[in-house]
């Protein structure tokens, strides 16, 4: 079966007054319809710039994209406009993303009215359906953003990328502006559509208790590139790279008698402009050696978990025989 | 009995805007012990932030107004201090850490001079005295004091809210509100700042308000917890209190609102609905609308603060005599 999505080593450079800013480096993944990947990493890992190249927001610099296997890299403007039907975003500030001259029903109708070809009346009747569908009461019809609260706004964001139909979304960080309790709405909202309409997702997102509920297959990205991938639960249960494990101690947990050991990272992350070739985590690593120095490459350790360490498996095994 | 470190009574607090009074804070009682580390937990708008501020006495001018209440500091009402006298206690006795550590500095002064600046504040000691005493503040952060000079956007988030903490921190304050100290930060650099802050506590035995929304933190960091919704604390104990055995119905919606690591479940259970308009507060219980256990007495008038277990106070009425859930 092909996937819905494929992406084989995307690179997109930013050129800036000091070098070249390598924002994703070599990214590759495919993504199955009805299928939510999750990526994570810390500001600046470059998971932003992947998400809007794999949309055409950004004209990614080398690699190639798949969707439903036609090769979409370099689409000509007419079939770009298509493609957007099928490709959507939700954005992750919804007091910024939402147009503040328009009301919810006009914002929620704009992408009707640009797709063209729908009597008036249909558009209405649609608008209100997708109101629905997002859980936005009618009476917000004819309100504006601003009298909104934040998970109703990123209802409108939501219902949005949804009125042409897509197949895939890319959500981009869509609940970290909101509340727990808002937070958990949206989520519940986001599975419920997936599972009545078979959307897949591309969840970005820095909070990573959000990315394993929601994700089948999770990818840790850092400095642009990808250094571990793997199903959920799997990432969790069985972490391979140096960098996935500190970032997933990091997490504060809501337990008080979960006792973990916290891997403290020196330092911080280093710059993405001109980077060495090696292991682009090294300089932070406790297990760096010569061989870091070297370009790492993705290898499979169990069926779809894959790893960009040299050294993981000398790390397991050490780690095997210090807990027995 | 020794007098209570910290210690807010019947506090109200309410903006008056053009249009309407929002009901900030309604009746907050709150106590510290020293040395204890309390956390504020609550979403926007439930008032976390206005408690911090009023310790501080740095409510927004002229719509900030205190209504009632007093707040006792090692004995002494805070609230009926002169501004010069207040001047005296903040950023000395009693200092603040801001969300946002890229507003939270000055850009055209050095992060050395800025920590200097806060010490010559509340010390008669000459600038080179201040200066050294800043490098010392630096180092204790972990910023290497050669950086003294540099200015703040020349350091990256993380360095940034060192740089603040070690600024709230040069005077050897008795009591640290912290609001939302880590939330603009990575969780890498949030271990961090946390595991920073955590040492210098115990070592300078400072009391702690830490204000934030992430219940982890609150688990890893706090001795004690306040749940504060629309503006009044409705659950309040120690953190084994709170996380064991959690009792008013949004404590319960908030832990279950969150998506854990730890668990499989598939759907998240959310509190349904929203927090009531501050401006338009119902007179009864105010979580009444969204509670799954509302029933008619709740609506009628604001239930009292009942303590289940010693510590361990809820303000809900279905759990008079007893946890009834």
């Known amino acids: 079966m092909t996937p819905l999505l494929e992406v084989r080593d995307l690179k997109k450079y930013f050129k ?88 919810v029903a006009e914002l929620i109708m704009e992408p009707l009215v640009l797709k063209g070809g729908m009597p008036k009346a249909d558009m209405l009747a649609e608008t209100r359906r997708l109101m629905d569908t997002v859980g936005l009461a009618a009476r917000f019809e004819n309100a504006y953003p601003h009298e909104l609260d934040g998970g109703r706004r990123q209802r409108i964001g939501i219902a949005r990328a949804l009125a ?3 197949k895939f979304i890319v959500c981009d960080e869509p609940v970290s502006a ?25 969840f970005v997102t820095h909070d990573l208790s959000v990315v394993k509920y929601i994700s089948d297959d999770i990818m840790v990205m850092y400095l642009g590139q990808v250094v571990e991938k793997a199903p959920a639960d799997e990432l969790f249960e069985n972490t391979l790279h140096p960098y996935s494990k500190a970032l997933l101690s990091a997490i504060p947990i809501p337990d008080i008698h979960h006792k973990k050991k916290r891997i403290l990272l020196k330092g911080e992350i280093s710059s993405p402009i001109n980077p060495k070739p090696g292991c682009r985590f090294m300089s932070r690593c406790q297990y760096a050696q010569e061989q870091c120095s070297q370009p790492q490459k993705l290898v499979e350790d169990t069926p779809g978990h894959f790893v960009a360490c040299c050294r993981y498996k000398e790390i397991k095994e050490k780690e095997e025989v210090k807990q027995a | 009995m020794a007098e209570t470190f910290l210690d807010i009574r019947n506090l109200t607090v309410e903006y008056q805007t053009d249009e309407a009074i929002v009901h900030a804070l309604t009746n907050v009682n709150l106590t510290v012990q020293r040395g204890e580390t309390l956390g504020i937990v609550g979403e ?17 001018q002229p719509q900030g107004k205190i209504v009632s209440g007093e707040i006792y500091f090692n004995g002494e009402n805070l609230l009926a201090l002169s501004e010069k006298e207040m001047q005296k206690v903040r950023g000395n006795k009693i200092a603040m850490i801001f969300q946002d550590p890229m507003t939270a500095l000055n850009p055209i002064e050095t992060v050395g001079y800025q920590i200097a600046e806060v010490i010559r504040r509340h010390n008669k000691i000459s600038q080179a005295e201040a200066d050294r005493r800043a490098c010392d503040m630096l180092e204790m952060v972990g910023i290497p004091m050669e950086r003294f000079s540099e200015y703040p956007h020349q350091f990256s988030g993380g360095m940034k809210q060192r740089v603040v903490i070690a600024m709230a921190l040069a005077c050897n304050p008795e009591l640290l509100l912290a609001d939302e100290p880590t939330t603009a930060l990575d969780v890498t650099i949030q271990a961090q700042v946390l595991d920073m802050m955590r040492s210098l506590k115990e070592k300078l035995e400072t009391s702690v308000i830490l204000i934030t929304h992430d219940l982890g933190v609150v688990a890893e960091f706090c001795d004690s917890v306040a749940v504060a919704y629309a503006g009044e604390i409705v659950e309040r104990g120690t953190v084994e209190h709170i996380f064991d055995n959690p009792q008013h119905p949004y404590t319960l919606g908030l832990f279950g609102s969150l998506p854990r690591l730890d668990s499989k479940e598939r759907r998240l259970k959310p509190i349904k609905g929203m927090m009531p308009d501050p401006t338009n507060l119902p007179s009864g219980c105010r979580f009444y609308d969204r509670c799954p256990h509302a029933a008619k007495e709740c609506a009628e008038a604001s239930p009292p603060m009942v303590e289940i277990e010693p510590g361990h106070t809820v303000k809900c009425c279905r759990l008079k005599g007893g946890a009834a859930q």
């Open chain 1, 16 to 103: 800036s007054r000091y070098g070249t800013l390598h924002a994703v480096d070599g990214v590759s993944f495919t993504l199955d319809a009805g299928k939510t990947l999750g990526v994570v990493g810390e500001s600046g890992c470059g998971k932003t710039t992947l998400g809007r190249t794999v949309l055409h927001l950004i004209e990614p610099t080398d690699g190639q994209i798949f969707f439903e296997g036609k090769d979409i890299t370099r689409p000509k403007k007419k079939e770009l406009r298509r493609l957007r039907e099928q490709m959507q975003i939700i954005f992750q500030d919804p007091y910024s993303s939402l147009d503040p001259r328009m009301t």
């Open chain 1, 164 to 166: 042409l139909k897509p």
């Open chain 1, 178 to 202: 909101l509340d727990v309790s808002i937070q958990a709405q949206i989520i519940n909202l986001m599975l419920d559509l997936q599972e009545e309409r078979g959307l897949a997702y591309m």
């Open chain 2, 44 to 60: 926007t708008g439930a008032g976390k932030t206005t408690i911090a501020k009023s310790i501080m006495r740095i409510l927004p």
